[in-house]
Structures are given as C-alpha cells and as structure tokens.
C-alpha cells in the first residue's frame, strides 16, 4: 500500500513521523529533520496522534491501531512476539528467537528488530541484549533508555527521568 498521509507529532523526546495508507499507520519513527507535511483530517493519523499522547502523558499502556505492515514471514513473526512485550518489560533477542521456534536466529531477530517501520507501537525499544544491556534501536539508545524509563514510571508510579 502507498502513503495517502502524513504528519508529525512533537513528543517529549523528539518529532515522530507517522505516515498512513487506505489501511492502517504504514510506519511511526523519530526524524530529525521534518517536514511538515499534514493531513489533519486523516483519521488514522489522529487517532494515532490521540493515542501517543495519552502514552507519554502515562495513560496508555497499549496501543489499539490498525497498522499497515509489510515485510517477510520471519519479520512478521518477530514483529508479533515484540508485540507480545507488556509494557514495563524487557525480552533478550534470544528470548524472541525462542519464543518464534527459532533460537539460532538472535542476528535475524536483531535485522528484522531494525526493519521494524512502527517504532513505539511495535515496542523494539523491549528489546535488549542477553546481558542486559540496552542495544541497538534505531531512534538511538538515549531514547531507548528514555521510553523503558517512562514505562517503568508508569507501571509503578513513579516520574521518569529524562536521559
């Protein structure tokens, strides 16, 4: 499916681009340098918007859109365990290649974490490596600090520190 609309939302750690097709959010993810393009009568993009602002405002745990995905089986799987993450917590790349039946597939997970085009409401930013560590997330690691932060935060009460 094409992009019929796009717009931006400023969130407390950076612009988010959402784009949308006839079907559903096509991609969500942080940009440095926006455009400004809008649609503000596209409804997909406002409830989009609508649903990430009670997000970081620490109302919204979950994400209800329908999105607009494209990408190869394997993809799709990983895609849907990530989505599987409550909020608050963490898996290992290992912990997903097991739970889609394919433990010697770390590096692949790892590849198709990366090619996820739905940053936020397919939570990549729970994935960590195997020591613990926080690895590899496309809208960079302060941010990826930042969001597993809030949502601890959230789940106990607690105001997130930024960075």
């Given at each position: ?12 750690i ?35 918007i ?42 290992s ?25 739905h ?45």
């Amino acid at each position: 499916m094409s992009i019929v609309a796009k717009t931006y939302f400023d969130s407390p750690i950076g612009t988010v681009e959402i784009t949308a097709s006839e079907i559903g959010i096509r991609s969500l993810c942080f940009v440095d340098y926006p455009t400004y393009e809008m649609d503000p009568g596209n409804d997909l993009l406002l409830a989009c918007i609508e649903q990430l602002e009670e997000y970081f405002n620490g109302e919204r745990t979950t994400f209800n859109l329908f999105l607009d995905m494209e990408g190869t089986e394997f993809q799709m799987r990983v895609w849907r365990e990530l989505g599987n993450i409550p909020l608050g917590t963490t898996m290992s790349y290992l912990e997903i290649a097991k739970a889609i039946q394919s433990p010697d597939a770390v590096r692949a997970v790892g590849s198709a974490c990366g090619k996820n085009q739905h940053w936020l409401l397919v939570p990549c930013h729970r994935v960590i490596s195997s020591d613990g560590k926080l690895t590899g997330y496309a809208g960079g690691l302060k941010r990826k600090r930042w969001l597993l932060q809030h949502e601890w935060g959230v789940l106990h009460g607690k105001q997130s520190e930024l960075f």
